[in-house]
């Protein structure tokens, strides 16, 4: 076989899951900067609850990661990386079409309810069902990535080299999005000042731009990597002990649990409280969300150049850094500096992996599968953060005691909670 046709048999392939995780990253970014749009066009009267309630945006993204993560993997066996990806692309312009459908439901048929002596809009959880679809296509698509990544050869590459490529498109996607948000979609309109009518156009924009990114999928070449190589399991193949026997993982699941909330929280709800805080951040506060996000990208960039450095010792630096800004925007109500803690949360992922798994031997498989139940943390820190806002009146300020609550946790875990147990408990 011709050598460069071998290579671009995986290199076209290749390209097409870095762009998927340039994707991921744009769009999971650019449904959390709705929030402040959301509140704006269907909230306009406040109420005790609004803040809470619009961060049910992002908890409905997040919990369809759990819910979607099984059906990704059963569609690959089933239907190959290729069709998985055109269907989850299907689910994706479901899910924006819900989406046009509640702000059409909004503007010519409104209809509302009281819940806790608040008007709620109808059409506002309607939108909520649109973003748990979205979140369910992004992660089957994340599912994709993951695993073909993980069997894909090219070239001399490794898999954690194939696998930190990714991770760099994917926080490049993620540092584009508030702009994305306050510059394509919303053509410079300050995000606390956007009404329903100017939802409809940008939505029908990027559904035109999911179904080209189905049709380029669905013309991309897979090759023979297409099918999953699983080995079988036996009885006798079966570790003796349950997974969840080992501290050090269910520690690590935590620390999951909030390194995703705080890093979250920081990213979705900084413009909320830029804007709560004083209306003339209200044009800056995209600018402020997109240096967090570029911040997550330089730092994982930084980070690749100091692997050497022990995991806990990552940890405990990037945790200290991270509450040090965190308690500074307190003092100072000044949001802006909260775009600085996006360089420290940018190297607590692998560090938290590698610490939780480390040791493990047989289970790390499973202890990897694990560790992503506490992904679930991106939605339930920010909501209840909004929650902690609408009970201080509308103001975040000191909101962010729990997301430094959040970093003491994972201090902890690079601290103590580590620490590897040699032997399981049956």
């Known amino acids: ?22 994707i991921v990253g744009l769009f999971t970014v650019i449904n959390q900067q709705l929030q402040v749009p959301l509140q704006s066009a269907m909230f306009p009267r406040g109420g005790h609850f609004a803040n809470a309630l619009v961060t049910l945006l992002n908890f409905s993204w997040f919990l369809a990661y759990p819910a979607a993560q099984g059906t990704g993997a059963r569609w690959i066996d089933r239907y190959g990386y290729k069709r998985t990806s055109v269907y989850a692309f299907g689910v994706f312009l479901g899910g924006l079409l819900i989406y046009e459908l509640a702000v059409l439901m909004h503007i010519h048929f409104p209809s509302s309810f009281t819940l806790f002596g608040d008007e709620v809009s109808a059409g506002f959880f309607v939108f909520l069902l649109g973003s748990f679809l979205v979140g369910s296509a992004v992660t089957i698509i994340q ?9 894909s050869p090219v070239g001399r590459t490794t898999v954690l080299q194939r696998q930190m490529i990714g991770g760099t498109v994917n926080s490049l996607g993620m540092a584009l999005g508030p702009l994305a948000v306050s510059y394509l979609l919303f053509r410079g309109i300050p ?31 897979m090759g023979d990597v297409c099918a999953v190589k699983r080995a079988s ?3 006798d193949d079966e570790p003796e002990a349950s997974v969840w026997s080992f501290p050090q993982l269910k520690r690590g699941v935590w620390a999951i649990f909030f390194y995703v909330g705080v890093e979250v929280a920081v990213g979705a709800n900084i413009n909320l409280y830029a804007v709560g805080l004083d209306s003339r951040y209200g044009d800056a506060a995209t600018h402020m969300a997109a240096l967090y996000w570029a911040g997550l990208l330089v730092g994982r960039l930084i980070g690749s ?9 990552q940890l405990l630096g990037a945790s200290v850094g991270a509450a040090a800004l965190l308690v ?15 360089f420290f949360h940018s190297v607590m992922w692998p560090a938290i992996v590698t610490l939780a798994v480390k040791g493990l031997g047989e289970y790390t498989i499973r202890a990897s599968g694990a560790l992503m139940i506490g992904v679930v943390g991106g939605g339930v820190l920010p909501f209840l953060q909004g929650v902690l806002a609408d009970a201080f009146h509308g103001d975040w300020r000191w909101t962010w005691v729990l997301v430094v609550l959040g970093e003491a946790y994972i201090f902890y875990y690079g601290l103590n909670g580590y620490r590897v147990r040699k032997t399981a408990e049956a």
């Open 191 to 221: 995000l606390h000042r956007v009404t329903s009518g100017e939802f409809l156009f940008p939505v029908f924009g990027l559904m035109i731009a999911v179904a080209v990114m189905a049709w380029i999928t669905g013309r991309v070449r």
């Open 233 to 235: 399991v036996t009885e």
């Open 328 to 342: 500074l925007t307190m003092v100072f109500g000044d949001p802006w500096i909260l775009a600085g803690v996006g």
């Open 305 to 313: 150049f100091f692997g050497k450095v022990p995991p806990q010792r």
């Open 143 to 151: 599912v994709v990535t993951n695993l073909y990544l993980s069997v």
């Open 1 to 22: 076989m011709n050598p460069s046709v071998s290579r671009m048999q995986y290199l076209a392939p290749f390209l097409l899951m870095l762009f998927l995780y340039f």
